[in-house]
C-alpha cells in the first residue's frame, strides 16, 4: 500500500513538472516583462526561468522518497538523503562560483543534488526499509482519489506557501527597484533555513497523533501537543536568536561587501519565520486528523492579505513595507488558524498560545540585548570574522535556552527524558 501512495507522488511530480514545462515558453515573456528584467540580463533570467520545473520536479521526486522513509520510521536514513542534496549543492554551488560558472552553475548542481538525493533515497528504500516495495500501475491508479482528497489541499497550500514568500520580490522589482530584490532573497534564504529545521521535528509528530486520534486519546494528544510545542518553539527561539542577533557579523563574514537592507531583510523575515511556527505542531495535529484543508485556508489568508498590504505598502515604503506586510499578515493568518483548530478541538486559545509566549519574550529580551551588545565588537575579516560569528550567534542561542530552562519553561525532567530517549536510541 505504501509503495503504491509513493508511485502516485512519483508519477504526480513528473506529471506537473512536464505540465509546468511545456507552459514556460508562452509565460516567459510575460513573467520577465512583469519583472521589469533589463535587457542585459534578459537572457540569463529566460533561462532560469526554463530551469524551474525541471528543478521543481527533481526536488519532488527526492521528497517523495524521504517521506517514503519517514513514514518506514526510517528518519535517520531520511535525513540521510536529505543531507546528501546539501553536500552536492553547496560544494557544485562554490565549484560553479570558483570556476566562473555563475548562476546557471550554481542552479544546475541544485537540481544535480535533487537527482542525486533521489538515487541514495532509492536505495535507502531498498535496504532500510525491507517490506517497501512500489506498487503496480493499476494499484496506483486506485490511489489517486485518496491522494487527491488528503494532498490536494496540502499541495494548495504549499503553492500558496511559496507565493506568499516570493510576492514582496514582485512588487519590489516591479515598484521600487529591481537591486532590493537581492536584500530580501538573502533575508528570506536565511529564514527559511532557520524555519526548515524545526520542521524537522514535527515530522514524527504526525504518527503519533494519528495513532492517538484513531484510539479517541484525547488526553494523549493535548499531551503531545504541550511538549511538542514547548520544544519547537524552544529550538525555534533559539535558531531565531543566533541568527537576528548575529546576523551583521555573518553578512560580512559571508559577503563581505553587504548590500543595503539586508539585515533588516534576515531580521524581519527571520520574525515572521518565528510567527509562523506558532502554527506548526497544530498543524501536524490537524494532518494527523485529516484535515488538510485547514492548511491551505491558512496559507491563502496569508497570501491574499499579504498581497493587498504588498499592494498599498510597498511602492509607499519599498523593503520596509514588504516586512511589515509580512508581519501582519502572519500575525493574522496564525490567530485565524490556532482559532480554527480550537473550534475543531474544543481546546482554549490560550492553550495553543501557551507554548509561544515564553519563547518569544525570551527571544524579544535576548535580541534587544544583544544586538546592542554585538554592535561594540570589534571590526574582523577572515578566520577570525567567522569566529566572531560563532560567538555572536552562539552566545544568544545558548541564553535563550537557559533562560527557558531557569524558568521552567523546558522542565528537568524533560531534559532527562530527552537524554534517555536519546541513550535508548543509540
Not at 173 to 181: D, G, H, P
Not at 376 to 391: D, S, T
Request: hydrophobic share 60%; with cysteine.
Amino acid at each position: 500500500m505504501a509503495g503504491e501512495f509513493a508511485l502516485v507522488g512519483m508519477l504526480g511530480y513528473v506529471a506537473l513538472g512536464a505540465l509546468w514545462f511545456a507552459i514556460t515558453p508562452w509565460a516567459r515573456d510575460p513573467v520577465l516583462d512583469l519583472l521589469r528584467i533589463a535587457p542585459a540580463q534578459r537572457a540569463l533570467a529566460g533561462t532560469l526561468f526554463m530551469l524551474g520545473p525541471v528543478a521543481f520536479a527533481c526536488m519532488g521526486l527526492s521528497m517523495v522518497t524521504v517521506t517514503a522513509l519517514q513514514g518506514w520510521g526510517r528518519f535517520d536514513l531520511a535525513n540521510a538523503v536529505t543531507i546528501s542534496s546539501v553536500v552536492v549543492q553547496v560544494a557544485g554551488a562554490l565549484h560553479a562560483i570558483r570556476h566562473g560558472g555563475g548562476l546557471i552553475g550554481v542552479i544546475t548542481y541544485a537540481i544535480l543534488g535533487t537527482i542525486v538525493a533521489t538515487l541514495v533515497g532509492l536505495l535507502m528504500l531498498r535496504i532500510g526499509a525491507p517490506g517497501f516495495a512500489w506498487g503496480t500501475w493499476a494499484g496506483a491508479r486506485s490511489r489517486i482519489r485518496e491522494v487527491v482528497t488528503y494532498g490536494g489541499p496540502l499541495q494548495i497550500g504549499n503553492v500558496l506557501a511559496v507565493a506568499h514568500q516570493q510576492v514582496d520580490k514582485v512588487m519590489l522589482s516591479r515598484y521600487v527597484a529591481l537591486v532590493w530584490v537581492a536584500p530580501y532573497e538573502l533575508g528570506l534564504r536565511a529564514s527559511t533555513v532557520m524555519g526548515s529545521l524545526p520542521n524537522i521535528m514535527l515530522t514524527a509528530l504526525i504518527s503519533e497523533a494519528s495513532a492517538l486520534h484513531a484510539v479517541g486519546d484525547h488526553a494523549g494528544l493535548r499531551a503531545a501537543h504541550d511538549r511538542a510545542a514547548r520544544w519547537v518553539m524552544t529550538f525555534t527561539a533559539m535558531l531565531a536568536a543566533a541568527l537576528v542577533v548575529g546576523s551583521p557579523r555573518l553578512l560580512a563574514a559571508w559577503l563581505g561587501d553587504v548590500p543595503p537592507g539586508s539585515d533588516l531583510a534576515v531580521v524581519g523575515l527571520s520574525i515572521a519565520m518565528v510567527l509562523a511556527m506558532a502554527t506548526g505542531v497544530v498543524a501536524a495535529l490537524a494532518r494527523a486528523f485529516g484535515r488538510t484543508r485547514y492548511e491551505a485556508e491558512y496559507s491563502a489568508l496569508a497570501f491574499v492579505l499579504h498581497v493587498a498590504l504588498g499592494l498599498w505598502l510597498v511602492p509607499r515604503h519599498g523593503l520596509v513595507g514588504a516586512l511589515v506586510a509580512t508581519l501582519v499578515a502572519n500575525v493574522v493568518a496564525v490567530a485565524w488558524y490556532l482559532w480554527r483548530f480550537a473550534r475543531l478541538t474544543g481546546w482554549r486559545m490560550r492553550t495553543l498560545l501557551a507554548p509561544s509566549w515564553p519563547p518569544l519574550a525570551v527571544l524579544g529580551l535576548v535580541a534587544v540585548a544583544g544586538r546592542l551588545l554585538v554592535a561594540r565588537l570589534p571590526e574582523a575579516h577572515g578566520l577570525i570574522g567567522w569566529l566572531w560569528v560563532a560567538i555572536a550567534a552562539g552566545v544568544p542561542a545558548l541564553l535563550v535556552l537557559a533562560l527557558l530552562s531557569v524558568v521552567g519553561f523546558v522542565t528537568p525532567d524533560e531534559w532527562r527524558a530527552l537524554l534517555r530517549r536519546r541513550a535508548a536510541a543509540r
